[in-house]
């Protein structure tokens, strides 16, 4: 008897078990129970470049925090600035763009990460950044092989010029290629004989050194030692040493704020700026310079007075007025730099979406030129546009930051100028170098 009723309440759990009734409990019941049901609510996958909603998703790579944090807050504001335009004119594709944004960190390892995200989870089409040429560099690859479209407002690096990116790679700020030259010139045209440099260890900091090394020589000077230092170093003192120790008449520093700081705190300290005049690359240009180098025992900026190059800010497109007036009054201060670059990446984005009919990276890729280039209406607004596209027009976009044309290898051309620090530590800016 007793084995007869042992077998039947075996059999009965044998069944619960096999029709996989048994409910998990607690916590753990809750969550299967949500999850359940959020299976149920879910939409259909609309496609790449979409969300649930059917709104077309871009990403944003830029470096929130890190050496260049100083840029990727404004530049990222840009951007956002940009879509908000698209979206009050209609969207594209009768939807609303939404921007995935994700942080570089200044950091290839974390802008891998970020790219990952963006190419496999997010599906994005195309993404704004990344700024510095390390973390581009660490993730084109990743942005080929998914076919998604990167547009740049920041990285300079010459190399990407000739990097073989099937067509994904953009940029809306102009190559080192032209202002390792103009560095060449300044160099030159303030009387220096010969020169030393000290230069980032990653792609952009190479890359400016090789090309300001072919132009001084061209013009008749002479490189003495060049020195490369980490990225992610925290002192730079036998690196300062090196770079000093034949008293060339100029030190050109290709770097970031944060890390160039250090260097210049260590070049004042060991007096190698009363020996050798010290030149920078525009990815030291920024306000807070000064203020991380800091002041000597009379309560003067150390580096008041110090000169470098950067792409012209000034020589502007048609749409910069109208572009820093809308920046302004939405973020309560005066566009930073690269903001402009950023804003025109995720302007001709949208264009190229709205063209091609399709949030897909290869007809984004295929369309960019069409929107950017000549034939074609010029306009500068972007609800202009987007409804000259809708008419089925041409369109030549010229954009905030300057007349932007892409060449064969998605490059732009620029023009450079000087910068200084004043005596207040904030950036001034002095007279255009002509380059060619």
């Avoid at 993404?127 to 092989?145: D, E, F, H, T």
């Avoid at 440099?197 to 000077?221: A, D, H, Q, W």
């Amino acid at each position: 008897m007793k084995i007869a009723t042992y077998l039947a309440i075996f059999v009965v759990f044998a069944i619960i078990l096999a029709s996989g009734c048994v409910t998990p409990s607690g916590e753990e019941g809750a969550e299967h129970a949500e999850e359940a049901g959020h299976a149920e609510d879910a939409k259909p996958d609309e496609g790449a470049g979409t969300d649930g909603a059917g709104a077309v998703k871009i990403g944003t790579l830029l470096p929130l925090t890190g050496d260049l944090s100083a840029y990727g807050g404004p530049m990222e504001d840009g951007a956002r600035l940009a879509i908000k335009g698209v979206n009050e004119n209609g969207g594209v594709l009768g939807s609303e763009i939404v921007i995935v944004s994700t942080d570089s960190r200044t950091s290839e390892v974390a802008a891998v990460d970020a790219m990952n995200q963006l190419a496999t989870i997010d599906k994005v089409p195309a993404v704004i950044g990344a700024a510095g040429s390390g973390p581009s560099l660490a993730i084109i690859n990743i942005a080929i092989a998914n076919k998604i479209v990167q547009i740049s407002p920041s990285n300079t690096g010459p190399d990407f010029t000739t990097y073989e990116d099937d067509g994904f790679y953009f940029r809306t700020v102009p190559s080192d290629a032209l202002q390792g030259k103009a560095m060449a010139k300044l160099a030159k045209d303030s009387g220096y004989v010969n020169a030393s440099t000290i230069v980032l260890n990653n792609p952009y900091g190479v890359g400016f050194e090789g090309v300001f090394k072919e132009e001084f020589e061209k013009l008749g000077g002479t490189v003495m030692d060049r020195v490369r230092y980490d990225p992610s170093g925290a002192t730079f003192d036998s690196e300062v040493d090196k770079v000093s120790a034949n008293d060339p008449d100029a030190i050109v520093l290709v770097g970031y704020p944060d890390t160039g700081s250090i260097v210049l705190k260590s070049a004042y300290e060991k007096g190698i700026m009363e020996t050798s005049d010290w030149l920078l690359s525009e990815g030291m240009r920024t306000d807070e310079l000064a203020e991380k180098v800091g002041k000597d025992t009379e309560g003067n900026y150390i580096i008041a007075g110090f000169v470098g190059t950067t792409p012209d800010p000034r020589a502007t497109g048609p749409a910069y007025d109208v572009f820093a007036a809308d920046y302004e009054a939405e973020y309560g201060e005066a566009p930073a730099t690269f903001c402009s670059n950023a804003y025109d990446a995720a302007a001709l984005i949208a264009l190229a979406i709205e063209k091609s009919g399709s949030a897909d990276g290869t007809a984004i890729r295929d369309t960019l030129p069409s929107v950017a280039n000549a034939p074609g209406e010029e306009v500068s607004d972007i609800g202009t546009a987007l409804a000259l596209i809708r008419e089925g027009k041409e369109i030549n976009y010229q954009g905030a930051s300057g007349e932007l044309t892409f060449d064969g290898v998605g490059d732009v051309f620029g023009e450079y100028c000087t910068w200084q620090i004043a005596d207040d530590g904030k950036i001034t800016l002095g007279e255009t170098i002509p380059v060619e």
